[in-house]
């Protein structure tokens, strides 16, 4: 077995792959008695959970999936998953950026589940299972939210269209009125034209 990494975080991933690969042992300890379903990392006194550990397989891609099935919970070696996933590929690259993917989202969605983020969802789901009436009635609540949201979107969209023809019409009048403003200023003063004449009225 590949020693662990220095890293702590890397370690810790390694650590949960070990687990995986020893569910199926410690699963049957559980049920024999000689074990129960939490153990404990001597390095980082963690305590890990049986039945927290698959939560978020489901959240998985269905590549990162088979690569994980395969190789933490069925013990395949990443060169055998690859015969099996890629079978023309001649390297076992591809597999192993799977798994360490599929490892480090098992990892976070576990510890999610264990800071309550799981745990209210799956309450919540409990929650509509059980309830069918509650959930009727929030799924109405949902889709007249949504409605109101999509009007409000409408509303916001028909505002923005009025205020954009506002500064449209705005923008014209004030160019109209800078046109008309240079023509004045072009126009030549009649005052300078009727200067010679006054000054033979006076001789």
Same mark, same amino acid.
């Given at each position: 077995?590949?020693?662990?990494?220095?890293?702590?975080?890397?370690?810790?991933?390694?650590?949960?792959?070990?687990?995986?690969? #020893?569910?199926p #042992?410690?699963?049957?300890?559980?049920?024999?008695?000689?074990?129960? /379903?939490?153990?404990?990392?001597? +390095?980082?006194?963690e /305590?890990?959970?049986?039945?927290?550990?698959? *939560?978020?397989h489901?959240r998985?891609?269905?590549r990162?999936?088979?690569?994980?099935d395969?190789?933490?919970?069925?013990?395949?070696? !990443?060169?055998?998953?690859?015969?099996?996933?890629?079978?023309?590929?001649?390297?076992?690259?591809? *597999?192993?950026?799977?798994?360490n993917?599929?490892? !480090?989202?098992?990892v976070?969605?576990y510890? +999610?589940?264990?800071?309550? *983020?799981?745990?209210?969802?799956?309450?919540?789901?409990?929650?509509?299972?059980? #309830?069918?009436?509650?959930?009727?009635?929030? /799924?109405?609540?949902?889709?007249?939210?949504? +409605?109101?949201?999509?009007n409000?979107?409408?509303?916001?969209?028909? !505002?923005e269209?009025r205020?954009?023809?506002?500064?449209?019409?705005?923008?014209?009048?004030?160019?109209?009125?800078?046109?008309?403003?240079?023509?004045?200023?072009?126009?030549? +003063?009649?005052a300078?034209?009727?200067?010679p004449?006054?000054?033979?009225? *006076?001789?």
């Amino acid at each position: 077995m590949r020693a662990l990494p220095e890293d702590p975080y890397r370690r810790r991933i390694q650590y949960f792959k070990r687990i995986y690969l #020893h569910m199926p #042992h410690w699963r049957e300890q559980i049920l024999t008695g000689a074990m129960t /379903d939490i153990i404990t990392i001597p +390095e980082t006194s963690e /305590d890990i959970c049986y039945g927290d550990l698959l *939560v978020g397989h489901d959240r998985l891609s269905p590549r990162q999936r088979q690569a994980f099935d395969l190789i933490c919970l069925q013990g395949f070696t !990443e060169t055998a998953a690859a015969a099996v996933m890629v079978p023309d590929a001649r390297w076992s690259t591809n *597999v192993q950026q799977h798994v360490n993917a599929a490892l !480090e989202r098992m990892v976070a969605a576990y510890d +999610e589940y264990q800071s309550g *983020v799981f745990r209210l969802l799956k309450r919540w789901k409990g929650l509509m299972a059980m #309830h069918p009436t509650l959930k009727k009635h929030l /799924d109405g609540a949902l889709l007249a939210a949504q +409605e109101d949201l999509n009007n409000e979107l409408r509303d916001l969209t028909s !505002e923005e269209q009025r205020i954009r023809s506002e500064k449209t019409k705005t923008k014209a009048a004030l160019d109209q009125v800078t046109q008309m403003m240079g023509e004045e200023a072009a126009e030549p +003063e009649p005052a300078a034209e009727e200067t010679p004449a006054a000054e033979e009225q *006076v001789a």
